[in-house]
């Protein structure tokens, strides 16, 4: 018995099986994806449903640290690396690899006391993994145990098997848990580029008739070789000095980037493929980020030599290219991108395209228009006066997470036309956005730490007649007809789920309020009547009501977080009540139907009372701009203003009498002495 019990304590908190197998859900693996996205700052990898990832060659060597702790062991955080390969990614998932683990590399989830009870608290954090690798290199880049916050990273500056040095690294397993552990999305690293690459296609075309270099109809006789220049001018092109690639520094494991210590080499691109039906010969560098790719327009970017004819690669055609792109202010390399330069060679000259792209190439010809976009309140309305900027979310992912605001206070003028302060592109041709309005500028927009879901703070609130909009609105997208990436079943729609792809065309963004309004107008009989009460003291409440709530980017819903027992509304006369409500159900869960309470005092200290109730979903309503009256059952709904118009009057008091007669008892006839 004792041993059994032994055996059983090292085990996973999974049921027991016969055999005690350690491996029996007990080890920890994970699946790898790369990140074809460029790594902004306005995006977020926290979907990795919807990102573009492709999967690593396989047999490449990763290198793995796993962190977690153990309550009650000495010391409490534990840290194991171990290094495993990728897998053949399979047809039912081509962007993601398994990885094999050696069995003296495996790690398990017991050895971070998930088994043990006391550690429930620790076990709920999860383990933090952080991944290092080079695509396709069978040995994963070393780590001393100190490095994994900054390791040294040298680019390949010779021109030899320069993706040698395409270091990618993870860090997006924060909070992996053994109760996720069958879960795909919950293992999957998201391996991610901190540098930059710099690619040119060069394409053999008239004069080039002979040669046996490339898969193209025209070929090389011999391999082209191409350096990049710093030179400012043709006439200093032939400076022996062209030190400004940034190629040395350190990668910070844990925070996905690269840091350049400033060091500047001449930089050699390498040859990364020949076999090409379309493009003669790839050549390819690797960079640090903050390489500046000519500072001007008219800067010699690169020297290539094809065939003894050499040629200057100006920076104009990347400089379009990098504007269009957005986020690039200095015509610097940006982490994540890929800047290619495709060039077709001729004898008597070379003619230039460029295009700016993420890890996975879209081709130059593809046009990053600038994001147009108009907004409105309401359905259809002309912009009103009052409502003249608001703050722009935008989102790449999953609409239920990830906006992240990206201008503030851009201006609507009274066309409603949209106007940024710092011009606004689509990343790529085939970019999908999400986007948000948000008005009053500066709201904040927080994030639910369980689920992830952002959404603004709301709570009831008096109604301002005289400001347009008096209250929170929210701008959602409204494509019109046949102009939803080239769909055309799809009209006047509000689309958020694939999102809007690039466009000159203007996106409108309809702006609605997000909260409800009730008025009440209270009257009584006429003064001379009997059943006449003078309402000069009324005071109006909503009883069980919620009064604070949550309104959610991803769909404009309400959520209500907080009831009260009593809550007054606003009166701007004796008879005329008001409020902004947060969106609700008449009936919920936590307090009971909706009721208004209209209190009347006999005077203005409020002497003598009388109270009066009414069921909210009993009483029949004209909602704002229609003609027929009926009672609101179900719930106050977002952008609708309700108006109730109640009439009190006395309660007549009633009653019925009845007499009840004596109780009569008679005598005997008998009567005895």
């Not at 690294?169 to 930059?196: Q, W």
């Not at 769909?487 to 409108?508: F, K, L, W």
């Not at 009501?545 to 007054?568: C, F």
Request: glycine share 6%; charged share 15%; aromatic share 10%.
């Amino acid at each position: 018995m004792a041993s059994f019990v032994l055996v059983l304590g090292a085990c996973t908190n999974e049921v027991v099986s016969d055999s005690f197998d350690r491996t029996a859900d007990g080890t920890i693996d994970f699946t790898v994806g790369v990140e074809s996205s460029p790594a902004q700052s306005a995006m977020t990898r926290a979907d990795v449903s919807t990102t573009n990832y492709y999967a690593m060659k396989v047999g490449s060597q990763v290198r793995l640290k796993v962190d977690g702790t153990w309550a009650g062991k000495t010391p409490e955080t534990i840290s194991q690396k171990t290094t495993c390969t990728t897998v053949d990614a399979t047809t039912a998932a081509p962007t993601v690899n398994a990885l094999l683990f050696t069995e003296n590399e495996m790690l398990y989830w017991d050895d971070y006391g998930t088994g043990d009870p006391d550690n429930a608290t620790n076990t709920a954090a999860g383990l933090k993994v952080y991944g290092v690798a080079v695509d396709g290199q069978t040995t994963a880049p070393a780590v001393a145990d100190a490095e994994w916050e900054s390791i040294p990273w040298n680019v390949i500056t010779s021109g030899e098997n320069v993706l040698n040095s395409d270091i990618l690294v993870s860090n997006n397993l924060t909070n992996y848990t053994f109760a996720n552990r069958k879960s795909d999305d919950a293992k999957k690293m998201i391996f991610v580029h901190p540098l930059s690459k710099i690619t040119f296609n060069l394409t053999a075309s008239d004069g080039f008739t002979d040669g046996t270099v490339g898969a193209t109809e025209k070929k090389f006789k011999k391999e082209p070789t191409l350096y990049l220049s710093k030179a400012t001018t043709l006439a200093g092109v032939d400076e022996t000095s062209n030190h400004y690639a940034l190629t040395t520094g350190t990668i910070n494991i844990q925070d996905a980037t690269a840091a350049s210590d400033g060091t500047a080499s001449k930089l050699i691109a390498g040859t990364t493929s020949t076999s090409n039906t379309n493009v003669t010969v790839i050549k390819q560098a690797i960079v640090y980020p903050g390489t500046q790719l000519g500072a001007n327009a008219t800067d010699v970017v690169a020297v290539l030599n094809a065939d003894g004819n050499i040629y200057y690669i100006t920076a104009s055609a990347i400089h379009t290219a990098i504007t269009n792109a957005g986020g690039h202010t200095d015509f610097k390399t940006l982490p994540g991108y890929n800047y290619i330069f495709n060039i077709t060679v001729k004898k008597s000259g070379v003619t230039l395209t460029a295009s700016v792209t993420n890890w996975v190439d879209v081709e130059a010809e593809k046009a990053y228009p600038v994001i147009n976009m108009t907004g409105h309140v309401g359905d259809g309305d002309a912009a009103s006066t009052g409502f003249s900027s608001f703050d722009l979310y935008l989102n790449d992912q999953n609409i239920a997470k990830g906006y992240t605001k990206v201008t503030t206070s851009p201006t609507i003028d009274s066309n409603g036309k949209v106007g940024f302060a710092n011009t606004l592109y689509w990343t790529y041709h085939d970019q999908h956005y999400h986007f948000r309005g948000i008005y009053p500028t500066d709201t904040e927009v927080k994030t639910d730490a369980t689920d992830q879901h952002q959404y603004v703070e709301v709570s009831n609130g008096a109604y301002d007649v005289s400001t347009f909009p008096s209250n929170f609105v929210m701008g959602m997208p409204e494509i019109a007809e046949n102009t939803l990436c080239g769909s055309t079943d799809h009209t006047n729609v509000y689309m958020d789920q694939e999102g809007i792809c690039a466009r000159t065309e203007p996106i409108n963004l309809n702006f609605r309020y997000m909260m409800s309004r009730v008025d009440v107008n209270l009257t009584s009989s006429n003064s001379t009547d009997a059943n006449y009460v003078d309402l000069t003291n009324a005071e109006v409440e909503l009883v069980n009501v919620g009064t604070d709530g949550q309104i959610l980017l991803s769909d404009r819903s309400a959520v209500v977080t907080t009831y009260a027992d009593t809550w007054a509304l606003a009166g701007t006369s004796s008879t005329e009540y008001h409020g902004i409500i947060v969106p609700q159900l008449l009936e919920n869960t936590a307090k009971g139907k909706v009721q208004f309470k209209i209190t009347v005092y006999s005077d203005s200290n409020k002497t003598h009372k009388s109270v009066y109730y009414a069921t909210v979903a009993d009483i029949k309503v004209k909602t704002s701009g229609s003609t027929d009256a009926a009672a609101v059952t179900d719930a106050w709904k977002a952008g609708t203003h309700y108006v109730y118009n109640l009439t009190i009057t006395k309660t007549a008091i009633s009653a019925t009498v009845s007499l009840t007669d004596w109780t009569t008892y008679e005598g005997s006839t008998e009567v005895w002495f």
